[in-house]
């Protein structure tokens, strides 16, 4: 017999947005394309009402976001 745990598959994680617009799934060992980065970065935008001038945060802020999905 095998051994249930070697043939046990990677499980996708989830991003819900901030309005829920739309979700992303990742699964382990995927890096996420500039769309998805910029998809997030802009539901963080709206979530801060509009404010402009944080671009570049919401964008860090979006990449450490999937960084941290893939641990």
């Known amino acids: ?4 745990k070697a043939n046990k598959q ?3 994680k989830t991003i819900v ?3 829920n ?4 799934t990742m699964m382990p060992g995927n890096v996420p394309t500039d769309d998805t980065i910029r ?5 963080l935008y709206e979530r801060r009402g509009r404010e402009p001038g944080q671009d570049q945060q919401d964008w860090l ?6 960084v941290q999905l893939e641990r």
Do not use: I
């Not at 017999?1 to 249930?4: F, K």
């Not at 998809?39 to 539901?43: Q, S, T």
């Not at 802020?61 to 999937?66: C, H, K, L, Y």
């Open 1 to 4: 017999m095998s051994d249930p």
């Open 10 to 12: 990677p499980q996708p």
């Open 17 to 19: 947005g901030a309005r």
């Open 21 to 24: 617009s739309g979700k992303v």
């Open 39 to 43: 998809e997030r970065a802009y539901e």
């Open 61 to 66: 802020r979006a990449e450490r976001e999937f």
